[in-house]
């Protein structure tokens, strides 16, 4: 739906005060005039559907760079920046911060600061998330 596609979808709430909220993305990032745009074809298809039984609000939104890297999709437009990624390893847990350089089908590589390049294979990736930088450029 208009170029876009789907990152997470949840809906939370109660009877009489539901919250669809779809968080979607495009390959180039998406706009809020794109988010208004797939809400009112959403709602639409939703209502027409009757998807949803009684009355409910539907957030549409970028999953802006707070919440976690979900689809492989997400990964390339990321490079260069630092990620946060927590991943299996053998019988282990590892968490890792470095600077995402590169994105393959199987797994993505992360500079640690004054380390060598890591591959991450993809299907261990338990969470990724963007580290947000305050003052640098995003190609340093």
């Known amino acids: 739906m208009h170029g876009a596609f789907l990152v997470d979808l ?3 709430g109660e009877r009489h005060s539901k919250v669809l909220e779809a968080f979607v993305d495009t390959d180039a990032g998406i ?3 794109g988010c208004a745009a797939i809400s ?4 639409t298809r939703l209502d027409h559907e009757n998807l949803i039984q009684g009355r409910y609000n539907l957030v549409v939104s970028s999953p802006g760079l707070d919440r976690p890297l979900k689809q492989f999709r997400q990964y ?10 927590r ?3 053998a019988e282990e847990v590892r968490t890792v911060v470095g600077r995402l350089v590169e994105v393959r089908e199987e797994n993505i590589g992360l500079e640690e600061r004054g380390k060598e390049e890591i591959l991450i294979p993809l299907d261990s990736i338990l969470e990724s998330k963007v580290e947000i930088e305050f003052g640098h450029s995003r190609n340093k």
């Open 40 to 43: 009112r074809d959403l709602s």
């Open 10 to 12: 949840s809906l939370r």
């Open 87 to 89: 991943y299996r390893s």
């Open 31 to 33: 706009t809020a005039d």
């Open 76 to 85: 390339p437009k990321n490079v260069g920046r630092n990620l946060k990624v």
